[in-house]
């Protein structure tokens, strides 16, 4: 089975850059996906695809893929990111759809 | 706009089922899958399974086969997805999200519905 992994909590400076990473097998052959969650709030997509910002999502949000590992990076990070970060991708080989485990980003 | 509007809270004693309702508008219900995605309290998201855009077809995962069936109704653009045979560790906010994928082998979730609070408690 494939799982996704990512570090339970990262933390940045205001205005700092900061990449969060999510690794599996999964992610050989498809995409990530990126959802912040807020307190109390539903997930909202923040990258999909190679590289791609929904509207409503800051351009200082980017996404990466290399082998085995998605990375959304922010680049300047701003008070209002301070969020839980999951990434989501299909398993292929298991005909399903998974999430990491979610990452806390703390602005400092 | 696209938007997913869940059913409310729910509250239900071990033993018993729920079925929660996410009512799409906006866009062509028919033309896109349904995810069902589940979050426990202060846990990650978790994801449940799918429905086909007609309704046909379902792809469960594997820890909920056998107590999960996800249903729609395309003359009101609802999906349905009901548990049954609650414990207390299924309380947890669950959210319908629309699928959207592309050729590029990537797929992703948008918009969520607003989730739905089911409580199981004796």
């Known amino acids: 089975s494939s799982e996704l992994t990512q570090d339970p909590a990262v933390s940045v400076a205001l205005g700092q850059t900061v990449r969060i990473t999510c690794q599996g097998d999964s992610l050989r052959t498809c995409y990530a996906s990126w959802y912040q969650q807020k307190p109390g709030q539903a997930p909202v997509l923040v990258i999909y695809?190679?590289?791609n910002r929904p509207s409503g999502t800051p351009d200082r949000f980017s996404g990466s893929n290399s082998g085995n590992t998605a990375s959304l990076t922010i680049t300047g990070a701003q008070a209002e990111d301070e969020a839980d970060y999951y990434c989501y991708s299909r398993d292929r080989s298991a005909n399903r759809w998974v999430f990491g485990g979610g990452t806390k980003l703390t602005v400092l | 706009q696209v938007q997913l509007v869940q059913s409310g809270a729910e509250m239900k004693k071990p033993g018993a089922s729920v079925k929660v309702s996410c009512k799409a508008s906006g866009y062509t219900f028919t033309r896109h899958y349904m995810h069902w995605v589940r979050q426990a309290p202060g846990q990650g998201l978790e994801w449940m399974g799918l429905i086909n855009p007609t309704g046909r077809n379902t792809n469960y995962a594997q820890k909920f086969q056998g107590r999960v069936t996800m249903t729609r109704d395309t003359s009101t653009s609802t999906d349905y997805m009901e548990l049954s045979s609650l414990r207390s560790d299924d309380t947890a906010v669950y959210y319908c999200?629309?699928?959207?994928?592309?050729?590029?082998?990537?797929?992703?979730?948008?918009?969520w519905g607003q989730g739905t609070l089911v409580t199981v408690s004796s």
């Open positions: 695809g190679k590289n």
């Open positions: 999200a629309r699928d959207i994928s592309d050729a590029t082998s990537s797929w992703w979730l948008d918009p």
